[in-house]
């Protein structure tokens, strides 16, 4: 169901049932406020009766009945004296034999002089009040009985005159509560409908709105979420066009060795040349290629988390760089706290291998590449840090180290392999794992640190 008549419904539901609460309320101590001025004429009546009347209590049964039937006409009720035992003493319309005794509700009232009123089987509203009164030694009952349909009739009416003000402003609270949700639920309907607008090809969202609500920040949130996603996009783009550039470029040069290569064929040295230079652009595409690939796999993978021990890591560094570290006349120094790490151990370890390889790469012979693990305790991160003392990375190039394909000129010159890829994988790992990267950098060697979260 809509917002809309969602509301609308909670609200009249609402009112109805406060409009209930009141109608009961208000019907119940109106009916309460008519009886006690009914009574209180009865009691009054009933006493100046009584006036008259006590001294022919308990002895004149006769005379009490003439009384009776005299103030009965002219009172217009049924008037019943009753013994100290609430027994029939007298009946004015003589039809109750004396010491009669009544089946009436009024005579076990408490709360004397005071009236009861009754509805009776043929629907009729009768009043009956109860008057004690004394007459010498002996206690007697005065008991009235008449109708009250006046009294009824004031009731209906007066509720009748309420189900209708209650009708009305229950019919005005209706309309105003479906403006009022049909305006509430409105910006919900304006975004949905600017969001069914979006698509691939047009991607923008906008619509203004002035209250400082949840809505508002909902609205901000899908207008973030857009720019996001076109941004995303630009990259894919910008991505897509320098990887087939990349690409290209060594594809050309393959291309003019393999134009050139009859020519040279008489030439044994030149032709050896030829044939390694080939191979060594065959080569360069493939690392390419491989790790263009293994930035697209990167984003669809499950992460896999388990513990890593400093060990282990070690062993694996050992491993693999043990041996183009001698060749290069390189040190690998270790300083590693008994860290684990909570990592995808897979992609952790690709990461860091492409820090490892760049600083052996650019540092020259004679120096020695420092990998270190920390555990920071007042940030419930660990750390660990790749720090070599070769070319540094200059202030201009920084900023731009970690996006693909981008190699410093100082690296293209210093080392002719490299895709520009390794640091932009070493970014995703980071990112996934919710990690952060530092590099510090200068002409004395760079540090590049890793920041993961322990859970
Ligand atoms: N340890 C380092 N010392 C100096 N420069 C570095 C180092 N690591 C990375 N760089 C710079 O960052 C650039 C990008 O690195 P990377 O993405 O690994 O690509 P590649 O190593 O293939 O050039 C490098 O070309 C280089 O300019
Ligand atoms: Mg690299």
Request: net charge negative; glycine share 4%.
């Amino acid at each position: 169901m809509k917002i809309k008549y969602q509301l609308w419904l909670i609200f009249s539901g609402l009112f109805i049932l406060v409009s209930f609460t009141v109608y009961m309320f208000v019907s119940e101590s109106y009916e309460r406020r008519l009886q006690q001025g009914y009574e209180l004429i009865s009691i009054t009546q009933g006493s100046a009766v009584l006036d008259n009347l006590k001294d022919t209590y308990p002895f004149t049964p006769n005379r009490s009945i003439g009384y009776l039937e005299t103030f009965s006409e002219e009172l217009n009720m049924r008037l019943i004296m009753l013994d100290q035992d609430k027994k029939v003493y007298a009946d004015s319309f003589q039809e109750l034999k004396s010491n009669a005794a009544l089946n009436l509700d009024i005579l076990n009232l408490d709360d004397l002089p005071g009236s009861l009123f009754v509805e009776t089987a043929s629907s009729a509203y009768v009043q009956y009040t109860l008057i004690p009164f004394q007459s010498g030694e002996r206690k007697g009952y005065l008991l009235m009985v008449e109708e009250a349909e006046q009294l009824f009739r004031e009731l209906k009416s007066f509720q009748k005159w309420m189900v209708q003000i209650l009708a009305i402003s229950l019919f005005v609270f209706f309309l105003i509560s479906y403006f009022v949700s049909s305006w509430f639920s409105k910006p919900i309907r304006q975004i949905i409908f600017n969001l069914t607008k979006i698509t691939p090809l047009k991607r923008t969202f906008y619509l203004k709105y002035q209250r400082r609500d949840e809505i508002k920040e909902l609205i901000v949130a899908i207008k973030n979420m857009v720019e996001e996603l076109n941004r995303y996009d630009e990259r894919q783009r910008r991505f897509l066009s320098t990887s087939s550039h990349e690409l290209k470029t060594p594809l050309a040069t393959i291309q003019l060795i393999l134009e050139n290569l009859p020519y040279v064929r008489e030439n044994e040295e030149r032709y050896r040349e030829f044939v390694r230079d080939l191979s060594f652009q065959v080569q360069k595409m493939k690392i390419m290629v491989e790790q263009l690939l293994e930035i697209n796999r990167i984003w669809d993978r499950q992460l896999q988390k388990e513990i890593l021990k400093a060990e282990e890591i070690k062993e694996y560094l050992l491993q693999s760089f043990q041996h183009i570290a001698r060749d290069k006349n390189i040190f690998l120094e270790f300083e590693l706290e008994t860290v684990d790490l909570f990592v995808d151990q897979d992609l952790f370890l690709r990461g860091l291998d492409n820090l490892v390889s760049n600083a052996i790469r650019y540092s020259s012979e004679g120096r020695s590449v420092r990998i270190m693990m920390k555990n920071i305790q007042d940030k419930n991160e660990n750390k660990i840090s790749v720090c070599d003392q070769g070319i540094g990375i200059k202030p201009e190039d920084l900023p731009h180290v970690l996006e693909p394909f981008y190699r410093s000129n100082d690296a293209s010159a210093w080392n002719q392999e490299g895709s520009g890829l390794g640091l932009t994988i070493v970014k995703q790992m980071v990112e996934m794992h919710q990690g952060r990267i530092d590099i510090k950098t200068g002409e004395h060697g760079t540090c590049i640190h890793l920041f993961f979260p322990k859970t």
